[in-house]
């Protein structure tokens, strides 16, 4: 089950630090000026993609087009408007923040499941095999050095591509998979009821019509499955990338099943965490500055749009108290220290003098 390290000097410094930054700014953590026209823009990208590629696209590359625009549209939907929502630093209210929390639920995954699996158990122990189920893909691939090796992940760097493509498919069925079970990755979670449960099968059922119910009704079912596939396939490269580029990187740590690695929760939050490509504004807009993985870490309930200005803070602090802390430049680089890690992971030879 998730246990909680405890905290320490590392850590009240940190919030010192940052509550004084929020004291003399007069800005508010969970509140940010243009989350609403960010919110706007991304739901107007989005809808316009569907509506386009739904009622005007009228060759198959116009609506090839429009179903890729649709799937980069709806992972920002869950970068900037669902992930804030859901830890609760989209607004200071919270039926707002549940209101945006819920924007999982119409394009395809559970806010109920996500709560669990992202706030409680990713967050309580992230990089912990056996209580992160975000590096958990075994038996097809080794994210960490405590996963059991098997000879065919030596070309897990090439085929984990096929895998990452089906993300937003999985995210379909595993919802029913551990509702079902009460569980998410062997961790106990109470099943939804009341409108926690109509919430679970009504979003499934809105996802379901608006993104194949319709577009069979008014196209060949052949094309409607077809145009599908290619928004889902661009949605799951797109979060599977932005997700591994914060955690399974070679500049973090993993800690191994049943040993405490880091003596305090906020060390562990930062030596198993990596930001990217810090200086690009497109980056940090289109991905709701999760390339500020680590500060997001250490600080879930702060509206995004205030994390690079804590990024400067953070550091000095981690430099103080003597705490790695990871930062690749661009987003490309992030991206190749994966592809690396996972042939570091999936090589036999490796395999057995990875770092823990």
């Not at 799937?71 to 869950?78: D, L, N, P």
């Not at 680089?333 to 823990?356: D, F």
Request: proline letters at 4%.
């Amino acid at each position: 089950m998730s246990r909680y390290l405890p905290h320490g000097e590392f850590h009240a410094a940190l919030n010192e630090r940052v509550d004084a930054y929020f004291a003399r700014t007069g800005l508010s953590p969970q509140r940010a000026r243009g989350m609403k026209l960010k919110t706007a823009i991304i739901y107007t990208w989005l809808v316009g993609s569907y509506l386009f590629g739904l009622l005007a696209a009228s060759t198959w590359w116009q609506v090839a087009l429009a179903c890729i625009s649709l799937g980069f549209a709806m992972a920002a939907v869950g970068f900037n408007v669902q992930h804030d929502g859901g830890h609760g630093a989209y607004s200071t209210r919270s039926g707002t923040n549940w209101l945006a929390a819920a924007a999982m639920d119409s394009i395809g995954a559970s806010s109920y499941v996500w709560a669990w699996k992202h706030n409680v158990f990713h967050h309580s122990n992230p990089n912990c095999v056996g209580l992160d189920a975000d590096i958990d893909i075994q038996p097809l691939c080794r994210l960490a050095p405590d996963q059991s090796h098997h000879g065919y992940q030596r070309f897990q760097h090439v085929y984990i591509w096929f895998l990452y493509s089906f993300l937003a498919l999985k995210w379909l069925f595993d919802d029913f998979r551990d509702v079902a079970n009460g569980a998410v990755g062997g961790q106990r979670i109470p099943r939804p009821r009341g409108l926690k449960l109509v919430q679970f099968v009504g979003g499934k059922l809105f996802f379901l019509s608006w993104s194949v119910l319709i577009p069979c009704l008014l196209h060949p079912v052949g094309n409607a499955v077809a145009a599908w596939a290619v928004a889902s396939v661009t949605l799951s490269l797109v979060m599977a990338s932005v997700f591994q580029m914060a955690h399974v990187v070679e500049q973090v740590k993993f800690q191994a099943r049943g040993v405490r690695g880091a003596s305090t929760w906020a060390e562990h939050q930062v030596t198993t965490t990596a930001d990217f490509a810090q200086g690009s504004a497109w980056v940090t807009w289109y991905t709701g500055a999760l390339n500020y993985q680590v500060e997001h870490h250490l600080f879930p309930k702060v509206c995004h749009l205030h994390l690079p200005a804590l990024a400067p803070i953070v550091r000095a602090t981690c430099e103080e108290f003597g705490v790695p802390y990871s930062s690749y430049p661009t987003a490309r680089c992030a991206l190749l220290s994966h592809v690396r890690w996972l042939r570091t992971m999936g090589a036999a030879c490796e395999a057995k003098s990875a770092p823990a």
